[in-house]
Each structure stands twice: as structure tokens, then as C-alpha cells.
């Protein structure tokens, strides 16, 4: 399975960006993920959209992001507003296919202040 992200890129504190992570399969009935790291900082689970459609946050950007997805289209989506300083990071989109977790190779989002 192979994740390709996209939609990263450079904005200003408050703006908005919405990622993309098309799937080389169906992405029907799978949990998909955003994770994020920030230099020298540990991973991090932002967002999980589980195979129920189930949406789960992070405390950190609740009420901020938001994921979804397409099944036609076999893309996760992560909608990103009022971003700040602090989300910037290298983005990750991850999917439980079977029993593995496979990985996209991330795309970088920079909030400048």
C-alpha cells in the first residue's frame, strides 16, 4: 500500500491548509491517521478517522482540524484551520490495512507568526 501525501507548504499564523493522502488501494472501512512531528519533538497522533467514521483529536488541535475522507477518490483528507506556530511540523498520513500500519512520506506545514 503505498500513501502519498500532499497540500503542505508555507502559511501565516491564522491561515489555513488542507492536506491530502491519496491511497494506492480502497480506503473503505480502514482507519486512517494524521500523525505530526516537530523538530526534536516526539510523533504525535493528531487525528484518527476510525472504520466507523469515527473522528478522534488531539487535544491540541481539536476544535481546529478536521479529517475526513473520500472513498471514491481512496484520500484522507486533513482540513487545518486557524493554524499557529506551533503546528508547524512534517505531516504524516498512516493507514491500518490488515494487521500493518503503513505510512505516507509526509508533506511539511510552517506557520509563520
Known amino acids: 500500500v503505498q500513501l502519498v501525501e500532499s497540500g503542505g507548504g508555507l502559511v501565516q499564523a491564522g491561515g489555513s491548509l488542507r492536506l491530502s493522502c491519496a491511497a494506492s488501494r480502497s480506503i473503505l472501512g480502514i482507519t486512517m491517521r494524521w500523525y505530526r512531528q516537530a523538530p526534536g519533538k516526539p510523533r504525535e497522533l493528531a487525528a484518527t478517522l476510525t472504520s466507523g467514521d469515527t473522528t478522534i483529536y488531539a487535544d491540541s488541535v481539536k476544535g481546529r482540524f478536521t479529517i475526513s475522507r473520500d472513498n471514491a477518490k481512496n484520500t484522507v483528507y486533513l482540513q487545518m484551520n486557524g493554524l499557529r506556530p506551533e503546528d508547524t511540523a512534517a505531516y504524516y498520513c498512516?493507514?491500518?490495512?490488515?494487521?500493518?500500519?503503513?505510512w505516507g512520506q509526509g508533506t511539511q506545514v510552517t506557520v509563520s507568526s
Open positions: 498512516a493507514g491500518f490495512f490488515g494487521r500493518t500500519l503503513f
